[in-house]
């Protein structure tokens, strides 16, 4: 199973990242197996976000820019609200980045 390196840059991803940075310079963990623990929690997160997250939100905003480049959308929204069920959220910045997800399976 294919997979996209994108949720290593959410907040777990980097702090993952740099706690495995911090292994590797002490010596208790191999560069090696680091690799494999990022590779699997790229696995992880695909299969959690697809089987366990029903949820459905709609988003408005401006678009400030959007981009397609090697099968990846990124959309950079301004003065943007999500609704999710009865609440609503609104952020004045946000970045969308969305793959195709049958990538995955080729």
Not at 7 to 33: A, F, H, K, N, W
Not at 52 to 69: A, D, N, W
Not at 78 to 90: G, H, P, T
Request: charged letters at 25%.
């Amino acid at each position: 199973m294919a997979t996209f390196e994108l949720y290593r840059r959410s907040t777990i991803g980097m702090c993952l990242t740099e706690t495995l940075d911090e292994m590797v310079q002490s010596g208790t963990l191999s560069p090696e197996l680091a690799i494999q623990v990022l590779v699997q929690f790229d696995k992880s997160m695909t299969e959690a976000l697809e089987s366990q997250v029903k949820t459905k939100v709609s988003i408005k905003g401006h678009l400030h820019t959007y981009r397609f480049c090697d099968n990846v959308w990124t959309f950079i929204l301004q003065d943007a609200m999500f609704k999710c069920d009865d609440r609503q959220e609104n952020v004045s910045r946000v970045k969308i980045v969305a793959c195709d997800s049958k990538l995955l399976t080729q």
